[in-house]
């Protein structure tokens, strides 16, 4: 495929709490990429943000228009695989929010079609560039408390009244486990690989709860569990990430606030954007306890890479098989929760290594 001149021209499609809080200023902080078009029903409300901005109400026409180059979906969970197909069709590369697909199914369908086209495929994993993982991963990797054994990460908030929203409703791909599960299923993929088995419990805590407004998701290693937990009823007290080791213990507290600059106005790469103030707490098991800083987080970068991605030419499909590996976490404590057992990721050997993936693609020629 044949390297695009920057800027990349992007067409956004949704800008509800997604599109306006997360894509639309880190796409406007990328320097190679140009946001050019907005699908929205509520033209004003962009225009309110986005002086000139060209918006249509067709998400369909966005997905296929000939002005961009690069698709951004961040509409309702239930149409990301439709719209990709447009856009993949129409020769777009395509970004999706998280959760990539509503099933493991129609992951791999989006994937061979992106392979098909020799499109670039990738879902928004930005919670790889938080502070907080950022930080722990690089504590883990330095060996500050030697082998991992237990690794529980937290993904809590406190909402105890059911809002009207279709992320709270009934409908498909709605609950705390498609809305959060993706961020905590990625950053342990990253971290420890697939695992071996899936355990998970879901339900509904609050009062007039439409879908999971909890989750607790265990992840089965050789010599390591990982515990993944959310929850809409947490007020405060529980620590982002806890990590054990054979050498100590590793407590991060709080949260990256990368979000709440957004929310607040700030610029992405303003000064102390992705700043963080609280240090992992070091237990050496003998009663000491040691602190080490916060790393800064950076969101940017998730757009950064695919930008680097798209001008270099050759199509890289490992962020969309790690995309479909998430999606098969997923789809198995889904599948746990319902019927009470524990279950073995149903991926074939191709699915299971995003190198030997990507190798084989740019072996061959694309369509």
Known sequence: MASVTAPIRVGLIGYGYAGKTFHAPLIRAVPALDLRLVA?????????????????????????????DLVVIASPNDTHAPLARIALAAGKHVVIDKPFTLDLAEARSLVALARRHGRRLSVFHNRRWDSDFLSVRTAIADGVIGK??????????????????WREGAGPGSGIWYDLGPHLVDQALQLFGLP???????????????????????????????????????????????????GGSLVKQHLDGQEQ???????????????????????????????LPALAGDQRRFYQDVAHGISRGAVDHTPALEA????????????????????????????????????????????
């Not at 033209?43 to 002005?67: E, F, W, Y």
């Not at 957004?262 to 992992?280: N, R």
């Open 261 to 291: 600059q957004l929310l607040a106005g700030m610029a992405p790469g303003a000064p102390g954007w992705g700043q963080d103030s609280d240090g992992i707490a070091v237990h050496d098991g003998r009663g000491s306890v040691r602190r």
């Open 196 to 246: 071996d088995r899936v355990t998970a419990n879901l339900a509904r805590l609050r009062k007039g709860a439409l879908s999971d407004d909890w989750a607790h998701v265990v992840l089965d290693y050789p010599d390591v569990r990982v515990v993944l937990h959310a929850s809409m009823v947490v007020a405060g007290g529980s620590p982002r990430f806890v990590v054990h080791g054979e």
């Open 40 to 68: 929205s029903r509520d033209k004003a409300k962009v225009q309110a943000d986005l002086p000139g901005m060209r918006v249509i109400a067709d998400p369909g026409a966005v997905a296929a228009s000939d002005s961009v």
């Open 324 to 367: 479909l590996q998430v999606m098969a976490c997923i789809d198995a404590a889904l599948t746990s929760a319902r019927t009470g057992t524990t279950v073995a990721l149903p991926l074939v050997p191709e699915e299971r290594s995003a190198s030997q993936f990507a190798e084989d693609d740019l072996a061959s020629p694309h369509v």
């Open 148 to 165: 991992v054994r237990h690794f529980e990460s937290h993904f809590d908030r406190f909402r105890p009244g059911v809002r009207d929203r």
